[in-house]
Structures are given as structure tokens and as C-alpha cells.
């Protein structure tokens, strides 16, 4: 049952447009998303985190925007650079569970 | 500042062999604790949590065991490993949930040949 799901294992982006990255979850008993970027033989790194009661965040280059009615969430890069290219993770928490449920992951990459 | 540490960075090690990777977390107490694993090519997997001292909880049924001997000290453990068992290891911990979620460590890459 995966309640985390990224539906695209891998998405190809042009130096300097936008990078959009999806996740959709089943679980509305999730309180708070997050988005982490790995680097291969890297531990995962937070990103960025929007909790259930906004639609959107934004930190510099990257806005994360969140629908409750179609349970669906995006990360937004612009403009995408070349340090950009890794994996991206897609997680959520429920207030009740510490514990993180993850999706599979979206590796992007940016082509100079 | 919390920081994690976790050894070896790459271990390469023969079927059957025992395993011990090490994970210690400083400046924060009663850490949560956890193991993943990624797999070649896949997402990350949970493999043991831990609330406090003494107590781990296994997500998945397998070759591999945790404990916790220490507030910040996690270890993971095999007596005999398995080619299946290779792959990229990460510790992480976590002070309740936030909205920064867990710090994961740099990773222990296994390879078992």
C-alpha cells in the first residue's frame, strides 16, 4: 500500500527553465510534507516542508505547492541549474506517527 | 549543533560474514533513531526505528537486527550476510516530528561478494 506515491522515476530539464516535480498521497490524515534532494552516496538532505494547513511555500528557488482536494503536491525549481540534478524524495507525516512515509524517489536531471 | 556520524563509509564484505555498522548522534537527547536502506535503482526502505534506549521496532522481516545500547548510539547488525544484503545504508534521527523531518547520516555503502 503505498500511501506516498512519484509517479515518474526520472524527469530531464534544460538549464534555466522549470523543473516540476509531482507527488500524490492517499493518506489525509497527513499533516505535513516534505521534499528531500540526495546526491548519489549522500545522505538524503531537507529541502523544503509545507504543512496541510497552506497551499503554498516558497524558499529562494523552490516553491512547493500543495492540494488537499486532489491530495496531490509539487516541487517547483526555477530556474533549474546544473546542481540541481539529483534525486528528489517526496515524504509526509502524520502528527500521530513519527515516522516519515516515503515516496520512491524522482531523479532529475538538468541538461546544460 | 546536532550532528550525525556514521562508519565506515564503504564496506565490501564476503557472503556470510558478519556485519556492524555504527551510528552515534550528538548534541540532542532521547533521539529518534532509525535505519534505511536504498537499494540499486530504488526508494528508500525503513529497516529499524528506535523511540529510546533498548527499544527497536523492525519494519521489515530479514537478515538484519538493530540495537540501541546507548541514548545516541545505533547499530545495525548481521551474523551472516546475504548478496541481497548490499546496498546504500543511512542512519537518521528525528526530536519528535517536525516540519524538517529526519537528519540522515553520509551512508555506509555495502557491497557483499
Known amino acids: 500500500d503505498q500511501q506516498v506515491k512519484q509517479n515518474s522515476p526520472s524527469l530531464s530539464v534544460q538549464e534555466g527553465r522549470i523543473s516540476i516535480l509531482n507527488c500524490d498521497y492517499t493518506n489525509s490524515m497527513f499533516d505535513y510534507f516534505l521534499w528531500y534532494k540526495k546526491y548519489p552516496a549522500e545522505g538524503p538532505t531537507f529541502l523544503i516542508s509545507i504543512s496541510s494547513i497552506k497551499d503554498k511555500n516558497e524558499d529562494g528557488r523552490f516553491t512547493v505547492f500543495l492540494n488537499k482536494s486532489a491530495k496531490h503536491l509539487s516541487l517547483h525549481i526555477v530556474p533549474s541549474q546544473p546542481g540541481d540534478s539529483a534525486v528528489y524524495f517526496c515524504?509526509?507525516?502524520?502528527?500521530?506517527?513519527?515516522?516519515?512515509?516515503w515516496g520512491a524517489g524522482t531523479k532529475l536531471i538538468i541538461k546544460p | 549543533s546536532q550532528t550525525i556520524h556514521q562508519w565506515p563509509a564503504t564496506l565490501v564484505q564476503p557472503v556470510g560474514s558478519p556485519l556492524s555498522l555504527e551510528c552515534t548522534v550528538e548534541g540532542t537527547s532521547n533521539p529518534n533513531l532509525y535505519w534505511y536502506r536504498q537499494a540499486a535503482g530504488r526508494g528508500l526502505q525503513l529497516l529499524f526505528y528506535?523511540?529510546?534506549?533498548?527499544?527497536i521496532s523492525s519494519e521489515v522481516p530479514q537478515n538484519l537486527s538493530a540495537s540501541r545500547p546507548q541514548d545516541r548510539q545505533f547499530i545495525l547488525s548481521s551474523k551472516k550476510l546475504l548478496l541481497s544484503d548490499s546496498g546504500f545504508y543511512l542512519c537518521?534521527?528525528?526530536?519528535?516530528?517536525?516540519?524538517?523531518?529526519?537528519?540522515f547520516g553520509s551512508g555506509t555503502r555495502l557491497t557483499v561478494v
Open positions: 528506535s523511540v529510546g534506549i533498548g527499544q
Open positions: 515524504a509526509a507525516s502524520a502528527v500521530s506517527n513519527y515516522q516519515l512515509i
Open positions: 537518521a534521527w528525528s526530536v519528535g516530528l517536525t516540519s524538517y523531518g529526519y537528519t
